[in-house]
């Protein structure tokens, strides 16, 4: 779950800039396999929790684009970047960070 804090800005009519900060909370990590057996056998399925390895607070920044097509539709494209390393394994080199692109489409009651 993600809470953006985002300011915009209209740079001409119908075009706005928007840029702040988010803050996301983890909600579940899991990883699921299928093996399949030898022998055309039954294959094996397997789920584990991988929660206890990720930090569960994300701090990132955020960055879009917006415009008004009509009266009440508009269209936004964001991008979104962790700040920090999630990863919690000491041992691991890895960086494991968030970067979202979002598209949408709203409409303005």
């Given at each position: 779950?993600?809470?953006?804090?985002?300011?915009?800005?209209?740079?001409?009519?119908?075009?706005?800039?928007?840029?702040?900060?988010q803050i996301g909370f983890l909600t579940s990590a899991k990883a699921d396999a299928e093996i399949s057996a030898v022998g055309g056998g039954p294959a094996i399925?397997?789920?584990?929790?991988?929660?206890?390895?990720?930090?569960?607070?994300d701090f990132g920044l955020?960055?879009?684009?917006?415009?008004?097509?009509?009266?009440n539709f508009s269209a936004?494209?964001?991008?979104n970047h962790s700040l920090q390393d999630l990863?919690?394994?000491s041992a691991s080199t890895e960086a494991v960070k968030n970067a979202v692109v979002q598209?949408?489409?709203?409409y303005t009651f």
């Open positions: 779950m993600y809470v953006p804090v985002l300011v915009k800005y209209y740079v001409v009519k119908d075009f706005s800039l928007e840029a702040g900060p399925k397997q789920s584990r929790d991988l929660k206890e390895k990720f930090n569960t607070v955020n960055f879009g684009l917006g415009y008004k097509f009509v009266k936004t494209v964001r991008y990863n919690k394994e598209v949408s489409i709203g």
